[in-house]
């Protein structure tokens, strides 16, 4: 893909590789404190739930038991996305719900509220504040809905 530089200029850098790897580190160690559960702009599906860690720090858990190739995708598109330089994405990590780890230790009791499966895998997504949705291009929408080829 290519975009001129009217576009790339007019693009968050996002974060760079010191950045993102301090942000999945603390990801992987942060304890989590409560579930709440989704809304529209907090987390989308009613199985994910937005966390809040013992630090006050947020994130998105994606709970998709038992698709968890659609959990997999969370964390692939990440990496892909930082393979094709496109970094102003969240980070991905995988966390698996344990009673035993410290990380969900807390937060069982919301756990088994969601009716989430210990032992599952879920997708822990970097809360950024202040993000807006916003809706697919209309040219691509047109173009999936009539099964249209947009790489021509």
Known sequence: MYWSNEVINNVDPGLDEDTIEAELRSLRSRNVKSLEEPTWLKCGREQNRFVTFKDGVHACARYREPHNQLVLGEV???YLARLLGIHNVPAVILSQVDPNNPVWKSAMNEVN???WRVGSIVAMIQWVEDLVRDKMP????QAHVLCVDTTA
Not at 138 to 141: A, E, G, R, S, V
């Open 76 to 78: 692939m598109s990440f």
């Open 138 to 141: 209309n040219i691509l929408k």
């Open 113 to 115: 509220s969601a009716e």
